[in-house]
């Protein structure tokens, strides 16, 4: 909630930076987030540090990022303040935790990491709607100073009672796991994630500059992508709930059909709801740490390119965004190709054990 959540508000940053005509060229550095991957990782299998100590550090990171930006006067400052610290922050927290609640469930797996997810969809209804004000009221420097104290605060509590089960399940916490490349299920895993992760990134980043773009006010788009992440909150739980019960693969891939209806912002992040779960499947519980450190890696080149994409196709006119939607559902059904690859896997797989 206090990390994706923040990170969702970056909308409401990138399209006042767009309608003030500052820090331009400013896009979501996530890349950074996924970069740090590996050393999450490494850290939180490290005995000296654990899960724990690299949340901390994550949260340490968040808010440093936030009060660097409160002073940056020049775009490169931004860069390194709301973009490098922010993005490694953000990574040391989710790299850390992602892999926790799947360890702790077996029946009800993904309806439990789901529930864990829907709180970065919830976190960006309430930082989308507070953001937008305490910018209107208090301007961008205090926004900035009221977000890195709320974030070292919960951030920083809630790593000390955080608990994983490495030690009892024997996760193996490996940073480069290349040998994972060459199982087949496992590329079709990366597939479906890359595809989605681009997008995903272009909705989330893109929604409150479209609203402005079609005549909208700065409160209104704001309240739109508030409900979209509110969407996220309420859809997340009910697609790892569904996702037990129909199948993790079955929902994963139908999820990126049911993107183009009208519950858009309740399933364009399923793959958040069913990510680490899908990846137990795929690997293995002892393999997830591992498994998702290259996915994070591989995660890179969407979360990196993918709104700088989404921008330089918007057009001027009422009908900006028309190539943005274009190119955002073709990834989605690319997505739900690699779903329904993996899927058919899956079942092959299991008729064959049937078998013997």
Same mark, same amino acid.
């Given at each position: ?28 550095? +996530? ?27 994550? *949260? ?11 002073? /940056? ?22 790299? /850390? ?19 864990? /997810? ?37 951030? @920083? ?6 608990? $994983? ?25 990366? @597939?479906?994630?890359?595809? *989605? ?11 409150? $500059? ?13 309240? +739109? ?18 996702? $037990? !019960? +129909? @199948? ?8 990126? %059909? ?20 899908? %990846? ?19 995660? +890179? ?12 196709? !918007?057009?001027?006119?009422?009908? /900006? ?26 079942v092959q797989e299991l008729e064959e054990a049937h078998r013997k």
């Open positions: 909630m206090h990390t994706w959540g923040l990170n969702s508000s970056f909308s409401v940053f990138l399209a006042y930076y767009l309608r003030e005509g500052v820090f331009e060229g400013a896009t979501p550095l +996530v890349l950074l987030a996924f970069l740090s991957s590996p050393i999450a990782t490494a850290l939180a299998g490290w005995k000296r540090v654990g899960t724990r100590l690299t949340i901390f550090i994550g *949260s340490i990171f968040v808010s440093v990022s936030f009060i660097g930006a409160s002073f /940056a006067t020049q775009f490169w400052q931004l860069l390194l303040s709301q973009g490098v610290s922010f993005g490694v922050g953000m990574g040391l927290c989710f790299v /850390a935790s992602a892999p926790v609640p799947p360890q702790w469930f077996t029946k009800r797996r993904s309806f439990a990491n789901a529930i864990a /997810a829907a709180g970065s969809g919830f976190g960006g209804l309430c930082y989308s709607l507070s953001t937008n004000a305490m910018i209107t009221r208090l301007g961008l420097p205090w926004t900035f100073r009221i977000l890195a104290i709320i974030a070292f605060v919960v951030n @920083g509590a809630a790593s000390f009672f955080i608990r $994983d089960r490495n030690a009892s399940i024997g996760s193996v916490h490996i940073a480069f796991n290349w040998k994972l490349f060459k199982r087949v299920p496992f590329q079709l895993f990366e @597939g479906w994630l890359f595809l *989605s992760m681009l997008g995903y990134t272009i909705l989330v980043f893109s929604i409150v $500059d479209y609203c402005r773009s079609v005549g909208l006010s700065a409160s209104e788009a704001s309240l +739109v992508g508030a409900l979209f992440n509110m969407a996220q909150g309420i859809g997340r739980p009910i697609i790892g709930l569904s996702s $037990d !019960k +129909v @199948g993790r693969l079955n929902i994963s891939m139908l999820s990126g %059909c049911i993107v183009f209806a009208i519950l858009n912002g309740a399933v364009a992040g399923a793959m958040w709801a069913t990510l680490a779960p899908v %990846c137990a499947e795929v690997v293995g519980l002892a393999l997830i740490p591992s498994a998702m450190s290259l996915t994070f890696l591989v995660l +890179v080149l969407p979360a990196t390119f993918a709104e700088v994409i989404g921008l330089s196709l !918007k057009k001027s006119g009422p009908r /900006a965004y028309l190539d943005v939607q274009v190119f955002t559902g073709f990834m989605y059904m690319g997505a739900f190709a690699f779903g329904w690859a993996l899927r058919a896997w899956k």
